[in-house]
């Protein structure tokens, strides 16, 4: 009779052989096996309902991400610890052990790799425990959770677009780095449409929202519904995939609340922590499936979840106007924002609509300011661009000619994805060359 370690496992794996060899050699070894699914978000989410010690996985499962890994090694309530099933001869094993995986096997199994099995996965969840127990040891937090560098050298983050302004383009700004980083630059990209005044970001991608109810406002409903019954108000990966659309290449939205007084009922004002606090395991639970997550933000803070984005944001890009009034409202708010968060680093300005006509240079924005934020990107003044955008449901990044404010819009791209700034190179040098040169180019290659 086998002696029972103590230790369970969820199997995310679809090879029907493979799984028969593991479930024998796991019982056979007293180890447990709780579930076995075949996605990566039911994998996360029995992992962690069910109190997991670790995970068997395969990074083809369907929405497998080495984020997800990070994630569940860092989860609040235990670490779990993640054991690969890594194909033979593919190139996935040293990408998932950069983000915590404890070990792997390949596959298809053999008698041999069956037999490393259960060693690998007590092993696992040694080291995950003993990494926890450290005193280098810190738990995932809304602003640091996965500052992870990656090849490259680049940061995949939260980002919050955000305005003490309407009109100043604040929506536009978000769809369109958005797109630059889902569908130019092929990253998996959220992009969220957070914005309880006036949510549109479904205008701007051309999308029908009513025909299908999912959005912001259903996902709430849902996490309250299951927090009243069981005490907790838990974001559950299934629920938030659920209410996900994919747009175009990698690039999803999650819409807002479809109609403007939906923002006044129950379940956002009846409770402020509870909306906040959901928002946030909103944006935790998005970073174990999208690489980068774009927040569309109105202008009032005080509303909850504004607040609960602004604050769970990596980095908040405040986008104004080259105009006295906008640039006054954003000066404002700078020392409440400064007293909240100790300091305005994270805070980045945009400036959106520029025209050195217009009497103004980014440096006296600056200046007028009071230095204590500074310019990550400048986009032209171009509204004819931005309205046929808005119109057509085209954002204007996505152009086969990129206009001045879709280079503009690739350049604030590229402070977060900088490998886009040779797509644009190519782009531009592509743009000025007429179909002779264009020609000529290709033969040069």
């Given amino acids: 009779m086998s002696e029972d370690k103590g230790i369970a496992v969820v199997v995310g794996h679809s090879a029907w052989n493979d799984l028969q060899m593991m479930g024998q050699a796991l019982e056979e070894a007293g180890i447990g096996l709780l579930a076995v699914v075949s996605g990566a978000a039911e994998l996360a989410d029995q992992a962690r309902t069910l109190g997991a010690d670790c995970v068997l996985f395969s990074p083809t499962l369907p929405g497998m ?10 989860h609040e309530d ?3 610890a993640a054991v690969g099933l890594i194909p033979a001869g593919s190139g996935y094993a040293a990408e ?3 983000f915590g995986m404890k070990g792997y096997v390949t596959t298809p199994l053999d008698p041999t790799q069956v037999q490393r099995l259960p060693d690998l996965v007590e092993e696992a969840v040694h080291l995950a425990e003993e990494e926890r127990q450290s005193r280098s040891f810190t738990p995932v937090t809304a602003e640091d959770a996965l500052s992870i560098l990656d090849r490259g050298g680049w940061q995949q983050q939260t980002v919050a677009v955000y305005s003490p302004k309407g009109g100043v383009g604040k929506t536009t700004v978000a769809t369109n780095l958005a797109a630059a980083l889902g569908v130019k630059a092929q990253r998996p990209t959220l992009l969220i449409d957070g914005d309880m005044s006036r949510a549109n970001l479904h205008v701007l991608l051309d999308l029908d929202i009513d025909r299908e109810p999912k959005n912001l406002f259903s996902l709430y409903d849902r996490v309250i519904a299951r927090g009243n019954r069981t005490g907790r108000y838990v974001v559950r990966a299934e629920t938030l995939q659920g209410h996900v659309r994919q747009w175009r290449n990698k690039l999803y939205l999650l819409p807002g609340i479809p109609k403007m007084h939906i923002a006044g009922m129950s379940e956002f ?3 402020q922590d509870r909306t906040m606090d959901i928002f946030a395991e909103i944006v935790r639970e998005a970073r174990g ?4 997550r774009v927040v569309d933000v109105g202008p009032d803070f005080n509303m909850p979840i504004h607040w609960s984005a602004i604050e769970n944001a990596d980095t908040v890009l405040l986008v104004a106007t080259p105009e006295r009034t906008t640039i ?4 404002n708010i700078l020392p409440a924002l ?4 100790g300091t305005l680093q994270k805070f980045k300005l945009v400036l959106n609509g520029f025209d050195e006509r217009f009497g103004i240079s980014p440096k006296e924005v600056v200046k007028f300011l009071g230095g204590k934020v500074t310019i990550v990107g400048t986009l032209p003044w171009a509204p004819e661009k931005a309205r046929l955008a808005i119109n057509t449901g085209r954002p204007f990044v996505l152009e086969k000619k990129l206009p001045p404010i879709g280079e503009a819009a690739i350049e604030l791209a590229t402070t977060f994805y900088p ?3 040779a797509l644009g190179r190519k782009t531009a040098r592509e743009n000025g060359r007429g179909p002779l040169g264009k020609l000529a180019g290709m033969f040069a290659r």
């Fill in 65 to 74: 991400k080495p984020a997800l890994v990070q994630e569940l090694l860092l």
């Fill in 78 to 80: 235990g670490s779990i």
């Fill in 96 to 98: 998932y052990q950069r």
């Fill in 269 to 271: 004002v009846e409770d």
């Fill in 289 to 292: 499936f999208w690489e980068f």
């Fill in 328 to 331: 006054t409202d954003v000066r």
């Fill in 338 to 341: 400064e007293k909240a968060f």
């Fill in 419 to 421: 490998p886009l700034e």
